[in-house]
């Protein structure tokens, strides 16, 4: 099994005034390519940072992490912006749509930030990915034309539609009712499943956390338990 | 599980033959602009007032630049129609001395110099003249001023324009004894067509000589010199008076219609000015203290004006931070997503061009609008003014011209200010760390 991303012996800490806040304390992970993984843990217990670390939005105090065989460390802003646009995709718990692009605009963007000029090709890849998530027929709305659910779908379609490495989520269930929760994780396990992608996602919802291949439990910033479940995600884990 | 592919592989794959690769981590030039023009949309109250003020300012400096190149243009007709001509020519060392009107520096053999100047190609008209310094007496008072003896019979009126310009009386009869009086002058003697005033000059050997003429016409030309302080008479009449047997102070020379000024003037330097017996001058060399006054007044105009736009223009700086701190959080999932910050930079640059590039449409295309109005209907100076000189040669009426070349230039000057405006807001904007522009509430 191939290693998608792994953090190892992970610190972060936060200078808050003369106090260093230690926020993460000593990671290590190793994440499967086709993983459904989910982080829990209570507020402050660190899910955030460690994705935000993993999405190559943060730097580490100490420890290495690797995306793919890829170190992040010593990366320059400019490098980590192309990275982040070729391995990583990214759903936010408010979706952070761009309100003035339509859903179509919204998913393209990735690809044009990759570089692709090629107006029907991008089309083509964003037609796609929209029907597999179910928004083909609302390509031309605005995100003020969509409920919750139908954002976080366009969110889920622009990070799945460059075929990244990892797709970070960092609660992305927090915004909704259970029922489109519900309907939000089925939909990521089916791409997990179909496209082999691994998911990273963090959670304190119960409910969500069932759909996990792998839950990794944090507490204080370390890893309180690290669980393998078999029957969901892709089957890695 | 397929791996995420390098945007070369990409373009290498199924579909990807057809994709060409563009720089990855900015969007295009296109991609930025539209989506900074419907940014723009966002918040359109703010949008429209910072534009507004833009559009205020380059109204101000585009139409008042309108008036002055309007004016600019009747005063450089008026010299040519009624006091320069295009080109002149005098005898050599007149010119230098020209403030002091010397009769001993006379163009002498008229009659060949005349011929050698119509020969040249781009020539349309010449025609003698003969100034001078003379006062002018009703019995009680005496008024200094210059006398212009033109040749009425022939070819004055084909350099000059000076009988469109009688406001009262006739022009100089071919035949006739008279004077044509600046209308200034007959103010000042409260006189008009039918009295006689003296003509009081010296002649060129320094003795002094007085005839008695009568008023034929008085004219009115918007030009102070003509107007305040000249009076025309036949040439021949001129040169009784001043003893100047058949020899004039110059040549005055009407170029044609197409011909280039400066061609035309290095041709008549060539055939005239080779033996150093003749000094040609343009119109332009003539008035160069009026040229001088005219680039100084541009000048001006577009320094105190200018710094209206710039002052509008860093209206938009704030505009953009503002709209920058609105989407701070925004801005980190851009960054998230690949987005250098390169890209952030040019996506405010472009917003902030914009709102230059509307509100400097906005007000050229007012200032136009005024400027093809009123260039057609003038805008009444006498009415407004009265007889105050306004600094320009120019009558009654002024009438604004549009430079295309101007409007387009100022319009995309702005939005290249408004853009440089934008360069702080966007550059604080691409500093953002994108986990800390993600917490942002």
């Keep these: ?237 | 599980m397929e791996t995420a592919m390098e945007p070369v592989e990409m373009a290498k794959s199924e579909e990807g033959a057809r994709m060409k690769e563009t720089v990855p981590g900015v969007l295009g030039l296109r991609a930025t602009f539209r989506l900074g023009w419907r940014n723009l949309r966002r918040n359109r109250r703010r949008t429209w007032i910072t534009a507004t003020t833009v559009a205020l300012a380059v109204l101000l400096l585009q139409f008042s630049n309108g008036l002055l190149v309007g004016i600019e243009q009747q005063s450089f007709d008026n010299l040519i129609n009624y006091q320069t001509g295009h080109a002149k020519v005098y005898a050599d060392g007149y010119f230098e001395l020209r403030d002091e009107f010397p009769l001993d520096f006379a163009v002498t053999d008229t009659g060949a110099v005349l011929a050698a100047v119509r020969a040249v190609s781009g020539v349309a008209a010449a025609t003698p003249r003969l100034t001078f310094q003379a006062q002018l007496s009703n019995g009680l008072d005496q008024v200094p001023c210059l006398g212009v003896g033109i040749q009425v019979r022939g070819s004055d009126t084909d350099v000059f324009r000076i009988p469109q310009t009688v406001v009262d009386g006739e022009y100089l009869a071919e035949d006739g004894e008279g004077i044509l009086l600046g209308s200034g002058i007959a103010e000042i003697f409260e006189v008009s067509s039918g009295d006689w005033l003296t003509v009081l000059a010296k002649t060129q050997y320094g003795a002094y000589e007085a005839l008695d003429l009568p008023i034929v016409g008085v004219i009115g030309t918007g030009n102070p010199l003509i107007d305040r302080n000249s009076f025309l008479l036949p040439l021949a009449t001129a040169q009784y008076i001043l003893d100047m047997d058949g020899a004039v102070t110059e040549v005055a020379i009407r170029f044609s219609a197409r011909a280039r000024e400066s061609v035309t003037l290095d041709r008549l330097a060539g055939e005239l000015g080779a033996s150093g017996e003749y000094d040609v001058k343009g119109w332009r060399e003539m008035e160069q203290d009026f040229m001088s006054l005219v680039q100084m007044k541009r000048l001006g105009n577009i320094i105190f004006l200018g710094i209206f736009i710039v002052l509008a223009v860093v209206g938009i700086t704030n505009t953009i931070l503002m709209a920058a701190y609105e989407r701070t959080r925004e801005i980190g999932m851009l960054m998230a997503i690949g987005l250098r910050g390169s890209g952030i930079r040019r996506l405010f640059l472009a917003e902030g061009a914009l709102t230059g590039l509307l509100g400097g449409a906005v007000g050229s295309l007012i200032a136009v609008g005024l400027i093809i109005w009123l260039a057609g209907i003038g805008i009444n100076i006498t009415a407004i003014y009265g007889d105050i000189d306004i600094g320009y040669p120019v009558k009654d009426s002024i009438y604004p011209a549009l430079n295309v070349a101007v409007v387009t230039g100022g319009w995309l000057l702005t939005g290249m200010l408004a853009a440089l405006a934008s360069l702080y807001p966007a550059a604080r904007a691409s500093r953002n760390r994108p986990v800390e522009a993600l917490r942002h509430v």
Excluded: C
């Design chain 1, 1 to 237: 099994m191939t290693i998608a991303a792994s953090l190892a012996d992970v610190h972060k800490s936060y200078q808050v005034g003369d106090l260093e806040v230690p926020a993460v304390r000593g990671v290590s992970l190793e994440i499967e390519s086709g993983s459904f993984l989910s982080i829990a843990g209570p507020s402050g217990s660190g899910k955030t940072t460690i994705l935000n670390l993993l999405g190559a939005l943060d730097t580490p105090s100490s420890g290495t992490i690797k995306i793919g065989e890829r170190e992040t460390k010593g990366l320059t802003p400019k490098m980590l912006a192309d990275f982040r646009n070729t391995h990583l995709g990214f759903v936010f718990q408010t979706f952070n749509l761009i309100p003035v692009l339509t859903v179509m605009e919204n998913v393209e963007l990735p690809l044009q930030l990759h570089g692709i000029a090629d107006k029907d090709a991008r089309t083509t890849r964003v037609m796609r990915i929209l029907e597999e998530v179910g928004l083909g027929d609302l390509a031309d709305r605005r995100p003020n034309e969509l409920s919750g659910g139908q954002q976080q779908r366009v969110a889920i379609a622009r990070a799945l539609v460059k075929e990244p490495t990892l797709v970070l989520a960092d609660e992305p269930t927090a915004n909704l009712d259970s029922n489109t929760a519900g309907e939000i994780m089925a939909l990521m396990l089916a791409m997990n499943k179909k496209h082999g992608t691994t998911f990273v996602f963090s959670t304190h919802d119960p409910l969500v956390m069932e759909h996990a291949s792998r839950l990794v439990r944090l507490r204080d910033g370390k890893v309180e338990s690290d669980e393998r479940r078999n029957g969901n995600g892709n089957g890695a884990g």
